[in-house]
């Protein structure tokens, strides 16, 4: 019997729909049912009642779901006391953040943090943003930082996440500088090149999450650019490397590469003209506390300190902009 069909029962139990929990749990809804199934297999009995909707349990799913939610807490319970770590883990956050959240956010936003609510012991889990999504839904981490986009959002459930918006990041078309006859610095490399001269293009692979925020820059722009694919990864800190090394232009996010820019190493390819470029949120998530997952005293109290500095940032109502 697998833990996981014991937190898939307790989803359906506390949703009552198999499309919503199936949804929630980042499974399809035929794989979602039939490990529903297996668990009933498992158990030599039926837990929900078919016949009705929306989906409830049967007595012996009643049952089981009090013996569900035990037994969960007993079994992460002693996971970490056997693994003798649980006074630490209470005292240390583990966040899940993308690779280049990590590497450009991440440090900043840390030490500005422990100015106002004081050091942090922390464990960063660096990931892409498909497996720093899924640990947190699997309960690997206690706060989650990622992009956010309406055309490319996250999955998560709103009934069982918290959220909150720390910041803003622009990704927009950068090449490398090159002195010109007059001595000032311009990008080697200018969009929107030309059928007859494509611009060699530095590009992320399919799965990347940067990947489809490119898609969608060249979706709805105006003026078609001419791109020619000559390199591949889903790291934005390789496509900058070779950027710099004068290889082709690469879509990266502005936080990546802000020194380079004051350097002089690196320049907008877009003209400045900010019709090449897509805004991403920087959003902070966390399981909301319930009674088979209360969460860590220390993720509380830094939760309430965020929401309260986030509500006394907010602009007066009279002076907020309509949605």
């Known amino acids: 019997m697998d833990t ?22 980042h499974v399809t809804q035929p794989a979602f049912s039939r490990r529903i199934q297996s668990l009933e297999s498992w158990l030599g009995t039926d837990l929900i009642d078919r016949t009705s909707y929306p989906t409830r349990l049967t007595p012996a799913g009643e049952v089981f779901y009090e013996q569900s939610l035990e037994v969960l807490g007993q079994i992460n319970n002693a996971r970490a006391l056997l693994r003798g770590k649980r006074k630490a883990a209470l005292t240390t956050i583990d966040f899940a953040v993308p690779h280049t959240l990590s590497l450009t956010y ?46 490319q959002p996250l999955q998560l459930d709103t009934s069982r996440y918290d959220m909150l918006t720390l910041g803003c990041e622009s990704l927009r078309a950068y090449s490398r500088c090159e002195k010109t006859a007059a001595r000032t610095a311009a990008p080697k490399f200018v969009l929107p090149g030309s059928s007859a001269a494509p ?20 979706a709805n722009a105006r003026t078609a650019l001419h791109l020619d694919k000559c390199y591949e990864t889903d ?17 990266l996010p502005e936080s990546a590469v802000t020194r380079e ?7 907008r390819a877009d ?53």
């Not at 991440?106 to 100015?115: I, Q």
């Not at 820019?261 to 320049?267: D, G, I, S, Y």
């Open 199 to 218: 611009l060699p293009f530095l590009s992320y692979t399919d799965n990347a999450y940067f990947g489809r925020m490119v898609e969608l820059i060249l």
């Open 106 to 151: 991440m440090p900043k936003w840390m030490m500005a943090l422990e100015a106002g609510f004081g050091q942090i012991s922390a464990r960063l889990i660096a990931l892409n943003v498909h497996d720093a999504v899924m640990t947190l839904v699997e309960g690997g981490c206690d706060l989650l930082i990622c992009y956010h986009h309406p055309l």
């Open 271 to 323: 003209g400045g003209s900010g019709e090449w470029e897509v805004e991403m949120e920087i959003r902070l998530y966390r399981e909301r506390p319930s009674g088979l997952h209360p969460g860590k005293p220390l993720v509380a109290r830094l939760w309430e300190y965020l929401l309260r500095r986030s509500q006394s940032e907010m602009p007066p109502r009279s002076q907020r902009k309509p949605a």
């Open 4 to 25: 996981k069909w014991l937190e898939d029962f307790i989803s359906l139990a506390e949703t009552g729909s198999f499309s919503r929990s199936a949804a929630m749990r």
């Open 261 to 267: 820019v004051k350097e002089k190493r690196l320049a």
């Open 235 to 251: 790291m934005a800190e390789g496509l900058k490397m070779m950027a710099l090394e004068g290889r082709g232009l690469a879509f």
